[in-house]
């Protein structure tokens, strides 16, 4: 195994159990390792500080698989990690709360660049780092064993790949084909579910918990759900007895499948409760016209991909929240979400907080939100905390 040396005082972060290592703390590598093998981390006095995967091609070098000189990287440890995190997931089975949920969180489950969600009877992955590529194989003959499906699909169609110099793929990487749409329930609701060309890696399992908490709220309410994709919040919200929803998305096939999902919920569609089109630009319209909701879901994409874009994003998430209080009866609620990682739960409370100052409007917060409990952070990496949201009462 190939031994990288880090440079003098470089070894803080990987003693602290951070599983990322960036080029600039490496000192020497000897030899010429390919791209994912497992490569021996030492600091500069030549402790052996644990084994991780090298990426040449990206910032982030190596990403530790293990920490410590006790464990060898082989087929029977990484069988282990996905048993591990795949063994964690037996609650959802057990509560029968969703078929639809993650089985491997990435870092946060000790399976670095591996994403791994459960449809129903399929598995749906993302191979995003050299490492996880490289024990591709083992990683699927696991999965298969530890939570039997019809098929694997690989979704590793996202940008990420190139830092890696890895090219997107997609496509059956054991059994059958996924169908073309794949029916899911979560607590009492169904969605279709498109694996093949959805986003991320067909759905935002990540929000099952908040749509559960806006469930909670919804009964009577007029409700507008702002970046709808797929209907997920308002169709939850119609569940619970919602007076009407408007959903709101830019993506055309997004919408067609909110109104398949609303079809598969309720009886009724009304094709005037799906608007195509900004948010921002619609949200000023309501303003305009003099349009008030009971309930506001703002979930929008990431608006901040750098550090360099994160002020400008601050100023994003600003501009939304303003105008969806300003839609707010008094007593509404706005339940609202940032997924940037870069953004912190602080800075989004302050953001959210700016927008209520300008608005005039007394808030007050009923509950913070964040990504479901199938999408662990991990205590060490806090980069794996990047869904948070407020559910808020306007006065
Ligand atoms: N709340 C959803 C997930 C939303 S993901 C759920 O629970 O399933 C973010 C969505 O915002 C995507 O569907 C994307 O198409 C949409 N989007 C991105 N920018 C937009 C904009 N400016 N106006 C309207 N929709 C936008």
Redesign the pocket.
């Known amino acids: 195994m190939t031994d990288i040396t880090l440079h003098p005082h470089r070894d803080f972060s990987v003693l602290h159990r951070h599983p990322w290592i960036f080029s600039g703390a490496i000192a020497r590598i000897d030899g010429t390792p390919e791209p994912g093998v497992p490569v021996r981390v030492l600091s500069a006095e030549g402790e052996v500080l644990g084994i991780g995967a090298f990426s040449p091609s990206s910032q982030i070098r190596v990403r530790m698989w293990t920490f410590g000189d006790k464990q060898a990287v082989d087929e029977a440890f990484v069988r282990d990690r996905v048993a591990r995190a795949v063994g964690g997931r037996a609650i959802f089975i057990a509560e029968d709360q969703t078929n639809a949920y993650r089985l491997v969180n990435a870092e946060a489950d000790g399976v670095p660049g591996l994403i791994a969600d459960r449809y129903g009877d399929w598995i749906v992955c993302q191979f995003t780092a050299a490492g996880a590529e490289r024990w591709k194989r083992e990683i699927v003959s696991a999965l298969q064993a530890f939570s039997p499906c019809r098929g694997v699909y690989e979704r590793s169609d996202v940008d990420v790949r190139e830092h890696e110099g890895l090219p997107p793929l997609t496509g059956v990487l054991a059994g059958e084909p996924p169908p073309e749409r794949i029916e899911i329930v979560e607590h009492s609701c169904r969605y279709l579910v498109d694996v093949r060309a959805g986003?991320k890696t067909g759905?935002?399992l990540d929000?099952r918990d908040s749509?559960e908490t806006v469930k909670r709220y919804a009964n009577g309410c007029d409700v507008l759900?702002?970046?709808?994709?797929?209907?997920?919040?308002g169709i939850a919200a119609v569940a619970a007895g919602a007076a009407s929803v408007i959903h709101?998305?830019?993506?055309e096939p997004?919408l067609e499948l909110a109104k398949s999902n609303t079809a598969l919920n309720t009886c009724h569609v009304d094709e005037s409760s799906f608007i195509q089109?900004?948010?921002?630009e619609v949200l000023r319209k309501f303003r305009d016209e003099g349009r008030s909701f009971d309930l506001v879901?703002l979930?929008?994409?990431k608006f901040a991909e750098s550090k360099g874009s994160l002020m400008k994003a601050a100023r994003g998430y600003k501009d939304i929240n303003l105008l969806g209080i300003k839609l707010l009866r008094p007593g509404g609620l706005l339940a609202t979400f940032s997924c940037s990682g870069l953004m912190t739960p602080d800075l989004f409370h302050k953001v959210v907080s700016d927008a209520a100052v300008d608005a005039k409007r007394d808030i007050q917060v009923i509950k913070r939100l964040q990504q479901a409990e199938d999408h662990p952070e991990g205590l060490c990496f806090p980069e794996g905390l990047y869904l948070k949201g407020l559910l808020c009462r306007a006065w």
């Open positions: 986003h759905f935002y929000q749509r759900n702002a970046f709808s994709y797929t209907g997920g919040f709101v998305d830019l993506s997004a089109g900004n948010v921002f879901v979930d929008p994409p």
